[in-house]
């Protein structure tokens, strides 16, 4: 071996250490037979075959390695379409589902002759959902309820009631809390004041 390593020196001979093996075009995935190219293709730098280095520019190392990567005029001027932020949708829930509508549901559907299954096609849902009306498992929603008031010609859906507040709690002090007994007092007032006005 050493004899080998001098007789290499000696008489200018270089030894390729490298084993040649088949490289595959990173584009079309064929053997390169021959030597490979390297080309630049859509920005990318591959090593391809002949038949593929026509969709790119052929490249020696130096030059794609020489080239500084700071981006052009014409790309650095690229304007950005900015999304119009969509506004938010305030919805008012005006109506709401009564009580009582397991009940309502069953009393008219078996007032229709309807099973489970003709109603569920009749409002193209499954037959589960109607099941689980009935037996107050699940509330529908409005527009389930709508559908429902449209093929078994009910109501279900009612505006929704708002709660009344007491006009007037007395304050007897100003810096003094409201007791149980002011609340009752106030009830009795007001129950009177009711009392008074059919009379």
Same mark, same amino acid.
């Given at each position: 071996m050493i004899f080998f390593d001098n007789y290499k020196h000696q008489h200018g001979y270089k030894l390729n250490l490298q084993v040649k093996r088949k490289v595959r075009c990173e584009v079309c995935g064929r053997k390169i037979h021959g030597s490979p190219m390297t080309a630049v293709i859509e920005g990318a730098r591959l090593t391809v075959c002949v038949e593929c280095s026509k969709h790119g520019k052929i490249v020696t190392?130096? %030059?794609y390695t020489s080239k500084p990567k700071s981006p052009s005029k014409s790309s650095a001027h690229i304007p950005v379409m900015q999304q119009k932020k969509k506004p938010k949708i305030r919805v008012e829930i005006t109506q709401e589902i009564i009580a009582d509508y397991p009940v309502k549901i069953r009393q008219a559907r078996e007032k229709l002759c309807l099973t489970h299954e003709d109603l569920a096609k009749r409002i193209n849902e499954?037959?589960?959902?109607?099941g +689980?009306?009935? #037996?107050? +498992?699940?509330?529908p929603s409005n527009i389930l309820a709508t559908k429902l008031e449209h093929a078994l010609k009910i109501k279900l859906l009612t505006p929704i009631a708002e %709660?009344?507040?007491?006009?007037q709690i007395p304050k007897t002090a100003v810096n003094r809390?409201? #007791?149980l007994g002011d609340l009752i007092q106030f009830n +009795?007032?007001?129950e009177e004041q009711t009392?008074? +006005?059919p009379s």
């Open positions: 190392q130096d %030059e499954k037959t589960s959902v109607i +689980k009306l009935e #037996t107050g +498992k699940i509330s %709660e009344k507040t007491p006009q809390e409201i #007791t +009795k007032s007001s009392e008074r +006005k």
